[in-house]
């Protein structure tokens, strides 16, 4: 049931990506010049951008100065590699694709971050905690 939660959630926001060799090359490089803490920086910019939208405010306790902590983490990484990692392979995606190459390669850094998150035994259980509300007779009367 798991699986089903995860591949569910990541298809709301799945957004098909066309890539060029360029696109795809500075995505390779962007992913392999990234740590696990690097990915967990990446995950935590996210969560907290996110705890801003007025409807996260009530269930999310962000301390004061967490947005501005981790967007200046999160744009040193972006600056790091785009300009020190992997500034060939970017000038080369951006001639190709323009910026739309840029922001597949962290789409995809992104996807890699989320998939980390989910594999902890603590994460798997909350998210698949709402399986004990699920009508599960309504559910199978879909497929009768």
């Known amino acids: 049931m798991f699986r089903t939660v995860v591949f569910l959630l990541a298809s709301l926001v799945a957004v098909p990506v066309f890539a060029s060799p360029d696109g795809?090359?500075?995505?390779?490089?962007?992913?392999?010049?990234?740590?696990?803490?690097?990915?967990k920086?990446?995950?935590?910019?996210?969560f907290v951008a996110m705890s801003a939208h007025p409807e996260m405010q009530s269930i999310s306790n962000i301390?004061?100065?967490?947005?501005?902590?981790?967007?200046?983490?999160?744009?040193?990484l972006f600056t790091k590699l785009?300009?020190?990692?992997?500034?060939?392979?970017t000038?080369?995606?951006?001639?190709?694709?323009g910026p739309l190459a840029i922001q597949a390669a962290f789409r995809l850094l992104g996807e890699l971050a989320?998939?980390?998150l989910m594999t902890?035994?603590?994460?798997?259980?909350?998210m698949s905690a709402f399986d004990n509300y699920?009508?599960?007779?309504?559910?199978?009367?879909l497929g009768r």
């Open 114 to 116: 989320m998939q980390e």
């Open 24 to 39: 795809d090359a500075v995505a390779k490089c962007i992913v392999d010049n990234t740590t696990g803490k690097d990915r």
């Open 41 to 46: 920086d990446l995950a935590r910019w996210v």
């Open 63 to 76: 301390a004061p100065g967490a947005i501005d902590d981790v967007s200046r983490t999160a744009g040193s």
């Open 91 to 97: 000038r080369a995606a951006l001639r190709s694709d």
């Open 82 to 89: 785009l300009t020190e990692s992997c500034p060939a392979e």
């Open 120 to 126: 902890d035994k603590n994460v798997a259980a909350a």
């Open 134 to 141: 699920i009508d599960k007779d309504k559910l199978a009367a």
